[in-house]
């Protein structure tokens, strides 16, 4: 599943202003799918329904709310903090170009109902409800998430068990969010900060890797591999701009990091991202000693990310941190080395912005791969609730093995889920639209998150 997609030749750039704000709304929209628990009165996507209301209550805990990811209908609490992280953090960019397209409130609304979930998973100290639902029985039925009856275990990481990557992503999910709410909700982000700080001790003093922990729960579906590190370095980030208590800045000058750790930032590896948030107070004069070295690191892996320059290692582009980048380096007039080449703050905005573009249809197949967006754009979206026909359509029960039916059919979704992003075309630029086909039709909840941030940038830029 990609966040951006690659392209090999050279591409004009015909995406307007409006188109993008178009983009960024459906893109915003696309989270009201994905809600799991009681659905609000105001809800739009309105072939959903109600679904996992009694998540938690095999364990005494109302884990109700939250989003599930991808495709099922697991409610995995890593990725879900993540998605918190990346939307929050597109709020804290952009919320000036949000708020311009009018989509501020609902991106609030999609932070929040990921912030509420996390609230209760973190309820109790020294404890973190992580995951409800069994990932490997979900995965054996294909059913609507309103009548779903595979079992809906709830797991947790604790002092005996830790999951200090989970936890201090959760963490950093709600200082963020505590950010994004500082004006609009002082009560409600003081709580979310307050929480965030005992989630991000219990992380550090309770150290191990939450996959170690519960095992064949959560793997292969989301093991990590990046080990917990990062995750401190990137909730001690978060916690810092959050509240601005020294003491994170010296627990960051602190932690041991991987100087080689350069890699596109995802649900499982955060130090780019981390390194990226650091430099800032380095452009900005601030913390010049203490984050020299994180200069260095974020242009390290901004360069990674690169085509066309020496020792170039990725080739799937994080849009919405290369724009965040930019952003940071053209505001403190400065720029980076990639061995030797210099890059410039508008060559990175520019490929950013050509990565985005061929998402929404500008590549050589002329396809948008946002479903909803343009004239064509995947119809066999690998997507339970989308795939399968709404109550509403088909009130008789579909069981477990009746959905693969509907899997398996060639006919289009039945409920459009717009603003999706699916997983996308090889590296030849073939898109099968195959719903069986889950690396290339599946959508997931964190993918989209630094979109919104990177549609939100190009929505406000002033030229087309």
Same mark, same amino acid.
């Given at each position: 599943m990609l966040l951006c997609l690659s392209f090999t030749v050279p591409l004009i750039h015909a995406i307007s202003k409006e188109q993008y704000g178009e983009a960024l709304s459906k893109s915003i929209l696309f989270y009201e799918a994905m809600r799991s628990g009681k659905l609000p009165d105001d809800q739009r996507v309105t072939w959903r329904g109600d679904s996992a209301l009694s998540d938690g209550s095999t364990s005494h805990v109302d884990l109700s709310g939250g989003y599930y990811d991808a495709g099922d209908n697991v409610k995995? !609490?890593?990725? +879900?903090?993540?998605?918190?992280? +990346?939307? /929050?953090? /597109?709020?804290? @960019?952009? !919320?000036? @170009?949000?708020?311009?397209?009018g989509e501020l409130k609902n991106a609030r609304n999609a932070v929040r109902w990921g912030s509420d979930f996390l609230l209760k998973a973190a309820a109790t100290p020294n404890q973190l409800w992580v995951q409800v639902g069994d990932a490997n029985a979900d995965h054996q039925c294909w059913e609507r998430p309103e009548e779903m009856d595979t079992p809906r275990t709830a797991y947790q990481v604790n002092a005996q068990n830790p999951g200090s990557d989970v936890a201090a992503e959760t963490a950093a999910a709600l200082a963020a969010a505590s950010i994004v709410f500082r004006n609009a909700d002082p009560a409600y982000s003081s709580e979310l900060l307050s929480v965030a700080k005992n989630v991000f001790a219990f992380a550090d003093q309770h150290r191990g890797v939450y996959s170690d922990a519960l095992g064949v729960a959560v793997s292969p579906f989301y093991t990590s591999y990046s080990g917990y590190k990062d995750e401190l370095l990137w909730g001690a980030v978060w916690l810092y701009k959050a509240s601005r208590d020294k003491s994170y800045l010296s627990y960051i000058d602190n932690i041991e990091v991987d100087p080689e750790a350069t890699s596109l930032l995802d649900w499982d590896n955060k130090y780019c991202g981390a390194q990226v948030l650091l430099s800032k107070m380095f452009l900005s004069g601030k913390h010049k000693t203490l984050q020299l070295a994180s200069k260095a690191r974020a242009d390290n892996c901004i360069c990674s990310f690169l085509p066309n320059v020496p020792n170039s290692q990725a080739t799937i582009t994080p849009a919405f941190v290369m724009l965040t980048y930019s952003d940071y380096l053209a505001k403190a007039s400065d720029t980076i080395s990639c061995g030797g080449t210099s890059v410039t703050p508008n060559r990175l905005a520019a490929f950013a912005r050509r990565q985005v573009d061929y998402i929404l249809g500008e590549n050589p197949a002329n396809y948008s791969y946002m479903v909803g967006f343009g004239s064509s754009f995947p119809q066999h979206v690998h997507h339970r609730a989308s795939s399968l026909p709404s109550l509403k359509q088909h009130p008789s029960r579909i069981l477990c093995s009746e959905g693969f039916t509907w899997l398996s059919s060639e006919d289009p979704n039945p409920n459009l889920l717009v603003g999706a992003v699916v997983g996308g075309p090889d590296r030849s630029d073939v898109y099968s639209d195959n719903r069986s086909n889950y690396q290339e039709a599946e959508p997931t909840t964190y993918n989209s998150a630094a979109l919104v941030g990177a549609l939100a940038y190009l929505y406000g830029l002033n030229s087309n």
């Open positions: 995995f !609490g890593f990725p +879900m903090a993540f998605t918190i992280t +990346m939307l /929050s953090w /597109s709020l804290v @960019e952009n !919320g000036h @170009e949000l708020d311009a397209a």
